[in-house]
Structures are given as structure tokens and as C-alpha cells.
């Protein structure tokens, strides 16, 4: 990218905004080094782990119900910063000292905690688990340095049995030392040799605080003075034979010390390319999390890149962040910025009042485009860019003395480097378009300036005042001309930015806000010509027609909002009444079903109080169980809003058909019709009777098969292999157990099955009541009995079949 247009939009003081958020000093030499690119994977790469730290700070923030539903929060400050001592580990023979090895430790206890918390949600940040999963496992490493290395960098006195020894025998001979100074402090106390009486510490050997002249009157060494000369240092004679053996071992404890130091330096050593890849990695995620916050704090939103073919530069509500930053301290609300340009409109050209936000528009279009390059959000509340290939711009007066340039040289010279650099796609901005010169002179150089740059294929944004331009842009297809709004009753610009139309300078207008005194504005507009005065007024009209036209769009936005909100208001309306009526026929069916059962449970009892109607009583109890069933099933269709499952009319059944069973996966052949209406099917090797409503689907015959010799045939008996000697009833209400009890004790004696399982579970009981008083009244039962433990216990029971 242009160096110089990177200064003109303060792309460096957005790296400083930015770093605010930045919290280690790794994060911050890799914000240093930000920079727009042009590559598309890297810079969509770069975007996409922001936006999934996005997400990861906003899941974080959520109130927590249960632990690990949501991830924790990660910090990065008071991250040491360990770029030197990572450099040093490469060098073979230096030595970490503790404060070191200490940060180190901590750096590499951090990147074990963030990479637990990413990637125990990979599925929700895939690319920054990813990112943490390369980091190495330290923790052998960590239980070493952390059992010898406190946090302070100070080695602990357990990190080796020799550097115990010692300080143990350190400890002793400085107590040693002070009984000796105390005893001579005690001594000479009322000798009037001593200054003061405490034991304090010079050249690292323990003296007194004497008078000058005790110099001569107490043998010892003299260590030091006090800054008025009144007070010697004075190691007495007794002591220094101990001090020498403190000196002696504090020597000894350096030695043991440098020894545990060049030990674990050499252990980390070890791990070098590891832990330099893991303190690169924390620095990155300090980065990334950085933009994410900074995302956060200005309302933020991830770009998306047009594809190549078909560029577009959209923004919607975009904000300047210098600008929006100092607006914030001062309290002030800051006007967004909207705009769209394409592959077939590439040029806008920007007209309104001086102090209007022209320059502002344009610096923020500027600004935004290299943000997104250099992978940051944009704050906007959405944003679709091309990849530009450069960023021009000729923003401020660039005059120099030292030079010789101008303003208009200046201006003009920009241009000139501007033009040479200039590549398709690239993005130009022009401030003030052929001024400090001839308006009709400026206005017909700025058309052609704008004409090459046309030519070239790139996006071009331009400010100006110039009529000639203004009229270039209403009359050139694939230029649009735009304005900065303008009131009229205050005289103020409102910073709104409106595209299809120029705006009027409103010159005399912001001179006389500006307090311009009033006659020298009458004389100004005297001495307009009648063209110029139309053209303003004409302008001035426009722009009124203009701000009309998009008072009434807004008008019929909100009206459309409301209409739509009051839509949602009715059908979440009909929904509830719909709802509730569907509650009350639930309740009334409910009722009607359970005053069904216990009439039917009452007649049944009856019936089958005699003997002969026994057998009759139970197949009816079987019809009403599914009956109930094919009830329920069809409310529940309703509830659903689907169709109740389809069945089969008992006049297309035939003998030899194919047909689907409900619940039955296997399809199924009809052997015959039974008199009593039921059907007698065979689903595979097994034979079982089952009700007309149960065959939900006819089937087309399956070709091929196996032909017979003629006067040959062939039947499967019922076969019933192990697994399915049982049937497990648990979740299932009593009704529709007992049915299928039913059905399953017919296929067995069809089976010729003498020993089958019924599972029950233990529960309240209930289902276990409801088999066993069935089993009671079947015939066919030899009898029953609870399970083995090893077969489920009280949990099942086993039911033994009559034979023949």
C-alpha cells in the first residue's frame, strides 16, 4: 500500500487506538507490524478467527446455569513478556536466571489454560481450537520448574537438598553474628562509643553504628561512613572470622543456585521450538482477542469481500473510529456514513457545504477499506468490499515552503504520483478536485483527472465545489453524484450524506453562521451573476425535493416496520387462541375417553362374571385397547397437523398380497381372511392375526422368486428365534401393554414357543398387575412366576405356554 496514503488517512493512529486493547507485549510488536495485504485467504483467515473470538467474548459474557455450558473468559494481561529469553534458550551454554525461568513458567501455565478453554469448544470455534491444539503439553516441565522456581523468580529452599544444607547453616551463622553484635552493643553501651544501637548491614557484612572516635578504642574494620561524616560502620574484631564464614557460604548457596538454574535451563532447552511456538501463540491470541474487543467497544462489524468478477463497495452506517473516539469523550453522537458503488457505478462525487463532513466521508471509506485488509472489523453495520491492489488518496493542503510547492502545485504533484501508481481496482480519493486555481480552469482539469482514473478501472471517490464536476457527474454514465446535507432553518450542515443528487455550496450561508459580519455577506451575494444565484437556487430546490423524497422513504419505512410488527401481533394472536381451543378439546376428549373406559370397564367386569362369555369378553377388550389407540393416535396427528397414519380398506385385502404392517418394519404376506374379520399374515417365518386397521399399506407382488415343480408347494411354519422370545413393556401405559401382550403370546403359541420373558420393570407396579391379571385369565398359560435375578428378577416375569 502507498505509504503516503496511509499517513493521510492516520492508519498509524488507528494501530494506537487499537492497541488500547492490546494487553501483552508480544500482542503489541504483532499490532506494529499490521499492514493492509492484498491476499485474499490470508485476510479472510484473519477476519474469520476474529469473529470467532467475536463470539467467544460475547458467549463468555452470558450468565452461567451449569458449569461448562459456556466458555470462561480468557485474560492475557500481566503476560510477561519473554521474547529475550526465548533467544537466550536457543543459544547453547546461557543461563535463565530465576525471574526468567519464572515468566516462562507463567507463559506457558497460560497457554495450557487457553488451550483447555478453546479447545473444549471446537465445535463452536473451530479455528482458534485449532490454533490452541498446536500448543505443546508443558506440565512435566511445569511440576519441575513450579516445586524449585517461586512466582517472585527467587529459588525455593527445597529446590535442592544441598541448597537447603546451606541455608539452614546460613541462617544459623547470621544468628551467630547478632548474638556477637549484641553482646558487643551491651558491652560498650555505656562506654559512650556507639551511635545508636541496632546491627545493620555494609559491603554485605554485618557492622555497628559507632562515634568517629572509636575508631582508635575498638579494634575492627571500618565499612563506611554515614553522608555527615558522624557515624562509622564498624565491624568489630570478634566478628569478622564469622562474617567471613557467612561470606564463605553465601558463596556456596551462588554456586548451588547457578547449578539448579543451569539444570532447569537446560530442561526447558529441551522444549525450546515448543515454548517459542507457544509464546508466539499467546502473543497471537492477545491479537486476536484484542481486535475482538476492540470490535465490541465500537460496534464493529466482519467485512465480506466482493467476489473478483463482480466488485462492490457497500457500507451501511459505517463511523470514522478517530473521529467516533473523540466524539465519545466530548458526549457527542457522530453520523454514520452509507454508500454503494459496483462494477458498473465506480465514481462518487461529493458536493454540499464547506464543514459539511465531505472530507470525513471520504477519509472514513479510506480508512475502513485498509482496516479491512489489514484484518480488522470495521465499525459499520455492514460493510462488503473489493480487495483493492492500492489506496490513493490526496486528502489536505500539502504545500511546502522548503520545495517551492503551492497548494495547487502540491495538489497537482500528488496527482501526478497519484496517476503513475494508479492499477485497476484500486481505490482513489480526490479532496477538493481542481481547487487553488481558475474554477473553470480546476473544473475542466478535475473532469479529466476523474476521466483517467475511469479509464483505469478504479473506485473513485472526489470531493468538490466545482460546478463543471457536479455537472460531470449528472451527465456521465457510471458516476454518481452525492451530497452532504444542509439546513436550511439553522444553517448547519447535518453531516448526512445523500446519494443521487449535488449539493450547493452554501458558502454565504456558513460565513454567516461562522459570524461573518452581515453586510459583507449582502455585498457577496450582489455581486453574484443572475446564472450563479439559479444555479444555487436550483440547487437549493434539489436538495429540498431530495430531503423530501427521503423523509418519505423513511416515512413509509416505519409505516411498513409497523405493519409488519402488527401482522406478528395477529398471528401470534390466532396462534394463541388456536392453542387454546386445541387445550379445551384435549380436556374434553380426555374426559369423554375416561368415562368411556370406565363404562366399558364396568360391562367387561359384568361379562365376564359368566364363564362362556369369557373369551368373547376379551377379544373385545382387545378391539376397545386399539381402538383407543388409533383414537389417540389420530389426536396426536391433529395436535401435529399431519395426517393419522393410512389404512387399508378391508374389501382390497386378498390372499396372497403384500402388504406394510403398523409397527411392523418387515412386509408382510396374507395368508387368509378369518371369519371374524381379523387377517392371518406371515412376516418372515412367523404367522400372527392381526386387525384390518392394522395394514397400512398394499404392497406390488415382488417379482421374481422361486418356482415351484408343478403339484409342489411349499409353507414356513413359525420360527422363533431367541431374541425375540421377549417383549419389554417399560414406558408403555397398561392399555396398550395388555394389547400387545395379547398379540405376543398368540404369535408364540403360533410359534409353538413354550418359555417367553415379559419385561415390566419395577416402577409402582402397575404394568406388572396388568400382565399378571392377564395372564391369569389366558388359557394358553401353563404358568407364570417372577425371573431369576439373573434374568431381571421382580423386573420381569417368565411365563410358561401350555404345549399342543
Sequence with gaps: MNSESLDLLEYGRLLELAGRYVSSEAGRRLLAVTEPLTDRAAIEAALAETA?????????????????????????????????????????????????????????????????????FSAAYPRLAARAGALGDFRPVLREVSGKILPDGSIADDASVALARVRREMERQRQRIQDSLERFLKQHRDEGLL?????????????????????KRVPGVVHGSSGSGQTLFLEPIETIELNNDLVRLTEEEMREAHRILRELTGRLREHAPEIRAAVNALGEFDYIFAKARFAGEFKCAIPRFAPEGTPRLVLTDARHPLLEDI??????????????????????????????GKTVAMKTVGLLALMAQSGLPVPAAEAELPIFPDVLADIGDNQSIEQSLSTFGAHIERIREMVELAAPGALVLLDELGRATDPEEGGALGVAILEEFRHYGAFTLASTHLLAIKVYGSNTEGVLNASMGFNEQTLEPTFLLRTGAPGKSAGLDIASRLGLPSHLIERARTAMSSTERDIALFLNRLESKVQE?????????????????????????????????????????????????????????????????????????RQAARTRREYQESVEAIKENRKPAPQVAKEELRVGCRVRLRDVSDPAKVLRILPNGSVEVLVGFLKMQVAPGDVTEILPDAPGGVSLPKGVSFEAGPRWDTLTREINLIGKTSDIAADEVERFLDSAILAGVVRVRIVHGHGMGVLRKTVHDLLKRNPNVEKFYFAPPSEGGSGATIVELKEG
Design 52 to 120: 470467532e473470538a467475536m463470539a467467544y467474548i460475547s458467549d463468555a459474557a452470558r450468565p452461567v446455569t451449569r458449569p461448562g455450558e459456556a466458555p470462561v473468559r480468557l485474560r492475557f494481561t500481566d503476560l510477561p513478556d519473554c521474547e529475550a529469553s526465548v533467544v537466550k534458550l536457543r543459544i547453547e551454554g546461557t543461563v535463565l536466571d530465576g525471574v526468567e525461568i519464572a515468566a516462562l513458567a507463567a507463559v506457558l501455565e497460560r497457554s495450557f489454560q487457553v488451550k483447555g478453554a478453546l479447545t473444549g
Design 195 to 215: 551511635q545508636e544501637e541496632f546491627v545493620t548491614l555494609r559491603n554485605d557484612r554485618f557492622v555497628v553504628p559507632v562515634i568517629p572516635g572509636a575508631r
Design 327 to 356: 466524539l465519545r469523550r466530548q458526549h457527542k453522537p457522530i453520523v454514520p456514513v452509507s454508500l454503494g458503488l459496483d462494477g458498473a457505478r465506480r465514481t462518487l462525487l461529493i458536493s454540499g457545504p464547506n464543514t459539511g
Design 549 to 621: 423524497a427521503s423523509d418519505e422513504a423513511e416515512r413509509l419505512r416505519v409505516r411498513r416496520r409497523e405493519l409488519d410488527e402488527s401482522e406478528q401481533k395477529l398471528i401470534r394472536e390466532m396462534e394463541k387462541k388456536a392453542g387454546q381451543r386445541m387445550r379445551q378439546i384435549e380436556e374434553q376428549s380426555a374426559a369423554a375417553q375416561k368415562r368411556f373406559e370406565q363404562e366399558a370397564a364396568r360391562v367387561i367386569e359384568q361379562v365376564l362374571s359368566a364363564p362362556e362369555q369369557r373369551k368373547a369378553a376379551e377379544r373385545s377388550l
